[in-house]
């Protein structure tokens, strides 16, 4: 769940305050004493060993959120001890403030106060798995307090929301101290004077039409160590051209590099023409997808906090056909959303509803699979027990639809298969219970002609996943001596894909 910029603290005694605290953001997935720690863009912190061990002791399974911070002598977090992490000199420390699963439930409808209240009867008191407290109404207060203190600012959050993963909502908010951006590494300066590597490093953001603007760019806060250690990552990534789309104002010469290393920036205002003044280096952000970095703007505190709490104030609606159906716009298209509270997966008591909601969030990670290939539909109208069936011809689709007529050579016929290029068509393969997508292996323009080929290794009654993996080294040995390229990928529950690059040139 992510929490909204805002331009200045405030009181209420409907919202609990949390201290900023000033390093990765992390969640922990502990099942079976097995933990797996991860950023917001999927990145596995399997470096921060301690952290990992210390959540390996806890006597439950659950889905905790928290930060991790490098922890210095008079134990303040600081961002650079992070980014330069080595064990012998730093000291970690996981503030936890939310828990969202717990030994087999759900807690992401239980409000936040008393998930917070579970989480802090769990965690012991140890030194590197902290449970990160907070005070009830006084955010003005505590914020002045935070500021005598240069820290980064405090999360002010609804005490009786829900957890929205993926969500940047109202009901969680942040203030800050001082201004911080993160910023996209675009290209870097050449040194001056007794300098070496690079004298500063040219930054930009991405608009809401996915292309970089120029935003400044930032010589200051590095040590020789960190100057050395970023160039040598630069060197990794450099380009001829410019990654911007027009000419940045910068009197030195730059070397291009691709947009890929996210930093993190503090600096004094923004100027007229949405550049940074006096920005700072803090550190690298390899936990943030370079996509995702956007210029923060602070949203009114009024505002923001008025329409938090008139949704939270609402009145739970009974589950009638109407609060089952909704319409939403994605896109610019409307879509009309049916059933949502048809249970899917009798077992874990999921819905259509989450469902459409796990494909919004992942949108951006499945799309580019899906892109410009013919879609054969698996749906299961009845939830996963209830059987299904395979969808091809899509002459019921809306006219936005984008759709590929295709001769059966089974059945000598027109198909009409759907093309799902956007979260638009996504939602609306999910909203007729289609659970499983099946692309095809070519696309447009190449139909005959596929991208891969696909071994499909399932084990039977008698064969076993060991066996699978087994018949997979086979193949890929018999691969190697023919000098192909080949690549595993895991299937279903117990199966294994291999696949073959084809690259499009040869037919079926």
Not at 51 to 66: N, Q, T, W
Not at 302 to 327: G, V
Not at 380 to 397: D, L, T, V
Request: net charge neutral; charged share 30%; aromatic share 12%.
């Amino acid at each position: 769940m992510l929490a909204k910029y805002i331009d200045k603290p405030f009181d209420g005694d409907e919202w609990i305050f949390e201290l900023k605290w000033d390093g990765y953001r992390a969640m922990a997935n502990i099942q079976n004493g097995k933990v797996e720690l991860y950023s917001r863009n999927g990145l596995h912190f399997e470096h921060f060993e301690p952290v990992k061990y210390a959540l390996e002791k806890l006597p439950f399974d659950a889905v905790i959120d928290g930060e991790i911070v490098a922890i210095d002598e008079n134990g303040n977090a600081r961002f650079q001890y992070l980014q330069n992490y080595e064990p012998e000199t730093s000291f970690l420390q996981y503030n936890v403030f939310d828990i969202i699963y717990y030994n087999g439930y759900d807690l992401k409808n239980v409000p936040l106060i008393h998930r917070k209240e579970l989480l802090s009867q769990l965690i012991e008191p140890q030194n590197v798995v902290v449970y990160s407290d907070h005070i009830i109404g006084n955010g003005t207060g505590f914020f002045e307090e935070i500021k005598k203190r240069n820290l980064e600012g405090i999360i002010g959050k609804l005490a009786n929301s829900p957890y929205r993963p993926g969500k940047r909502t109202g009901e969680w908010v942040k203030i800050k101290t001082s201004k911080r951006q993160e910023a996209v590494i675009c290209g870097y300066t050449e040194p001056k004077g007794g300098r070496q590597f690079f004298g500063s490093l040219v930054l930009g953001v991405y608009d809401n039409e996915d292309k970089l603007k120029f935003i400044g760019s930032s010589g200051g806060g590095f040590d020789s160590k960190s100057l050395e250690s970023i160039y040598k990552e630069l060197q990794k990534i450099r380009r001829d051209t410019s990654p911007f789309g027009y000419k940045i104002p910068q009197k030195s010469k730059v070397y291009w590099v691709q947009p890929k290393l996210v930093c993190e920036v503090s600096f004094a205002e923004w100027t007229k023409d949405c550049s940074m003044r006096h920005p700072v280096f803090m550190g690298l952000r390899p936990d943030k997808n370079p996509k995702d970095v956007k210029r923060e703007i602070e949203s009114s505190t009024k505002e923001t906090i008025q329409k938090a709490l008139e949704q939270e104030r609402k009145p739970e609606k009974t589950k009638s056909k109407k609060a089952m159906d909704t319409t939403v716009k994605i896109d610019g298209i409307e879509l009309h959303l049916t059933h949502l509270d048809k249970i899917l997966w009798p077992d874990d008591g999921i819905t259509k509803r989450d469902l459409i909601e796990y494909y919004r969030a992942m949108h951006k990670f499945i799309l580019p699979h899906l892109k410009d290939r013919p879609e054969s539909q698996n749906r299961f109208p009845n939830g996963i027990n209830g059987g299904s069936f395979f969808k091809k011809n899509m002459e019921e689709a809306p006219d936005w639809a984008e759709t590929l007529p295709t001769k059966s050579d089974s059945r000598g016929e027109i198909v009409n298969y759907l093309i799902c290029n956007n979260e638009a068509t996504l939602v609306y393969m999910a909203n007729l219970a289609c659970i499983e997508m099946h692309p095809w292996n070519s696309k447009i323009g190449s139909l005959d002609n596929p991208d891969w080929i696909v071994i499909d290794i399932d084990p039977s009654e008698h064969n076993t996943f060991d066996q699978v993996i087994e018949t997979a080294l086979v193949v890929k040995s018999v691969f190697d001596k023919a000098k192909v390229s080949s690549f595993p990928k895991t299937s279903g529950a117990t199966g294994i894909h291999v696949f073959i690059p084809m690259g499009a040139k040869y037919t079926y």
